[in-house]
């Protein structure tokens, strides 16, 4: 069947984050998506950020696994459309983002009760 | 600096039958920001994923929205099947492709109602409803539902469409563009119709593309970017180009969508000339382990599925990613400047969709 083609994930630190994205921007890659997912990793509690990109109707996908209420910098400056993303991501998961271009600072979701994605 | 004001838009308002809530703020009668704020119609759906098992969960998918339902089904099938690596019959992947059409088409009429609502003609409202009853009506006819329509499954469909319903349905279709031509014509010619949409909400080819549009709006704005060149379904097969127009402005976002219509029509007729015969569904063993990133174009533009499964019968998490909620920083942006009484009309070539936001 023809479709998406299976994408390799590439996993990152924290630290590297920032640099390549700006390097998949300078590439001419668009930003798809930012997806948080909290998952268990030896009974530990880890949230994973999935950051996808397209060129030419090709993705690339970029990964990095974080602490719950741990801080991450913000790519925002570099791609304008991922502030939404990391309002989303910080009103549901609590990830504190530093230097969104566009903070909400946690009014863009409406819930019941703080961070609702991390509850069990 | 004039003196600033905040009126609060939404969540309820008359002509934003969408729980989006927006504080605009003005100076005088001019928008100088908005922001949203979204939230209100959350359902849980995401995480109802790890309790339903994987071939049940379609059902639930395709209740993430009532507009593009069929295309949420497709896409979590998809997925699935990109896991499991099911080759889902020749015949299946035809009839998905005439129903994602049949989506594409009375979508973009009820947008066009409700477009035609934003800027006061009710008459015209009345039109494009009507043509979209008839829309329905086919749909109901080859899927057996009007809204959900239940039709998809992992490893194909769960019905097929017989050769005379298939001629029927390209007759009616072919009869439907008479009377697509007068409203489209209403729409793109009418002087009214002109002063409301003609350079309003102005969204340029670089700022569409800075901040990730996708869909009608981009491809108003001059990107001819369509996730259906993917070539999932049967796409692959079919011949056609996106539509493109380059103003960038509320008009061109309605001229887009209207030549959508017929472009839908164009590659319905295509499916039905090249349908093969044959199977339409698959057996499916087993259970998905692995995870994928799927991609469509639904009718307002790239939606994104990632699935992740480990080996037991219910999925891990599953994530949509709608067309509506990456297209809010155009819509913030194309807002802005705008006259208060432009703001409905705005919002609504977009064509936000709240219930695929609040998964």
Same mark, same amino acid.
């Given at each position: 069947?023809?479709? +998406?083609?299976?994408? +390799?994930?590439?996993?990152?630190?924290?630290?590297?984050?920032?640099?390549?994205?700006?390097?998949?921007?300078?590439?001419?890659?668009?930003?798809?998506?930012?997806?948080?997912?909290?998952?268990?990793?030896?009974?530990?509690?880890?949230? +994973?950020?999935?950051?996808?990109?397209?060129?030419?109707?090709?993705?690339?996908?970029?990964?990095?696994?974080?602490?719950?209420?741990?801080?991450?910098?913000?790519?925002?400056?570099?791609?304008?459309?991922?502030?939404?993303? +990391?309002?989303?991501?910080?009103?549901?998961?609590?990830?504190?983002?530093?230097?969104?271009?566009?903070?909400?600072?946690?009014?863009?979701?409406?819930?019941?009760?703080?961070?609702?994605?991390?509850?069990? | 600096?004039?003196?600033?004001?905040?009126?609060?838009?939404?969540?309820?308002?008359?002509?934003?039958?969408?729980?989006?809530?927006?504080?605009?703020?003005?100076?005088?009668?001019?928008?100088?920001?908005?922001? %949203?704020?979204?939230?209100?119609?959350?359902?849980?759906?995401?995480?109802?994923?790890?309790?339903?098992?994987?071939?049940?969960?379609?059902?639930?998918?395709?209740?993430?929205?009532?507009?593009?339902?069929?295309?949420?089904?497709?896409?979590?099938?998809?997925?699935?099947?990109? &896991?499991?690596?099911?080759?889902?019959?020749?015949?299946?992947?035809?009839?998905?492709?005439?129903?994602?059409?049949?989506?594409?088409?009375?979508?973009?009429?009820?947008?066009?109602?409700?477009?035609?609502?934003?800027?006061?003609?009710?008459?015209?409202?009345?039109?494009?409803?009507?043509?979209?009853?008839?829309?329905?009506?086919?749909?109901?006819?080859?899927?057996?539902?009007?809204?959900?329509?239940?039709?998809?499954?992992?490893?194909?469909?769960?019905?097929?469409?017989? %050769?005379?319903?298939?001629?029927?349905?390209?007759?009616?279709?072919?009869?439907?563009?008479?009377?697509?031509?007068?409203?489209?014509?209403?729409?793109?010619?009418?002087?009214?119709?002109?002063?409301?949409?003609?350079?309003?909400?102005?969204?340029?080819?670089?700022?569409?593309?800075?901040?990730?549009?996708?869909?009608?709006?981009?491809?108003?704005?001059?990107?001819?970017?369509?996730?259906?060149?993917?070539?999932?379904?049967?796409?692959?097969?079919?011949?056609?180009?996106?539509?493109?127009?380059?103003?960038?402005?509320?008009?061109?976002?309605?001229?887009?969508?209207?030549?959508?219509?017929?472009?839908?029509?164009?590659?319905?007729?295509?499916?039905?000339?090249?349908?093969?015969?044959?199977?339409?569904?698959?057996?499916?063993?087993?259970?998905?382990?692995?995870?994928?990133?799927?991609?469509?174009?639904?009718?307002?533009?790239?939606?994104?599925?990632?699935?992740?499964?480990?080996?037991?019968?219910?999925?891990?998490?599953?994530?949509?990613?709608?067309?509506?909620?990456?297209?809010?920083?155009?819509?913030?942006?194309?807002?802005?400047?705008?006259?208060?009484?432009?703001? %409905?009309?705005?919002?609504?070539? &977009?064509?936000?969709?709240?219930?695929?936001?609040?998964?």
């Amino acid at each position: 069947m023809a479709m +998406e083609k299976r994408i +390799e994930i590439f996993i990152l630190t924290v630290d590297e984050l920032v640099s390549r994205t700006r390097s998949l921007h300078d590439e001419g890659y668009r930003l798809v998506q930012i997806c948080c997912s909290k998952v268990d990793e030896s009974g530990k509690a880890v949230l +994973e950020l999935d950051y996808t990109f397209d060129k030419h109707y090709n993705l690339y996908n970029i990964r990095i696994s974080i602490e719950e209420g741990a801080e991450i910098p913000s790519i925002s400056e570099i791609f304008g459309s991922a502030f939404v993303y +990391e309002n989303e991501i910080h009103d549901l998961y609590g990830v504190s983002i530093q230097g969104i271009s566009i903070d909400y600072r946690g009014n863009f979701y409406k819930t019941a009760m703080p961070h609702p994605f991390t509850q069990d | 600096m004039g003196k600033q004001t905040i009126i609060p838009f939404g969540p309820q308002h008359p002509v934003l039958p969408e729980p989006l809530h927006l504080d605009l703020v003005l100076e005088d009668e001019r928008i100088v920001d908005a922001i %949203p704020s979204i939230g209100y119609v959350h359902r849980g759906l995401e995480l109802l994923v790890s309790k339903k098992e994987y071939a049940e969960y379609v059902y639930v998918a395709e209740r993430i929205c009532g507009i593009c339902s069929f295309m949420h089904g497709l896409g979590y099938c998809q997925a699935v099947e990109e &896991i499991m690596e099911i080759q889902v019959p020749e015949r299946a992947l035809f009839l998905r492709t005439i129903w994602a059409e049949l989506s594409r088409i009375h979508s973009h009429l009820m947008w066009f109602g409700l477009a035609a609502d934003a800027f006061g003609l009710e008459n015209l409202f009345m039109l494009s409803w009507r043509l979209r009853e008839s829309v329905l009506d086919i749909i109901e006819e080859t899927s057996g539902g009007r809204v959900i329509f239940g039709a998809c499954k992992i490893g194909g469909v769960r019905r097929d469409i017989s %050769p005379e319903t298939l001629r029927d349905m390209c007759q009616k279709l072919e009869k439907l563009k008479g009377h697509m031509d007068r409203l489209t014509g209403v729409f793109l010619n009418d002087r009214s119709v002109g002063y409301r949409l003609k350079g309003i909400g102005v969204l340029t080819r670089e700022d569409a593309q800075r901040l990730g549009a996708v869909g009608p709006l981009l491809r108003a704005s001059g990107v001819d970017m369509d996730m259906r060149r993917l070539g999932y379904a049967a796409y692959e097969r079919l011949s056609f180009e996106p539509v493109t127009e380059n103003d960038g402005d509320c008009y061109a976002r309605c001229a887009v969508r209207a030549r959508e219509l017929y472009q839908s029509i164009d590659l319905i007729a295509q499916a039905v000339s090249m349908m093969p015969d044959g199977e339409v569904d698959t057996k499916v063993l087993g259970a998905p382990k692995g995870e994928c990133f799927m991609r469509l174009e639904q009718p307002r533009g790239e939606v994104l599925y990632y699935v992740r499964a480990d080996g037991t019968r219910y999925i891990e998490r599953f994530r949509v990613r709608t067309p509506t909620f990456t297209n809010i920083p155009s819509m913030i942006h194309c807002l802005k400047g705008c006259d208060f009484s432009d703001v %409905p009309n705005v919002i609504l070539t &977009i064509d936000p969709c709240i219930s695929c936001i609040e998964r």
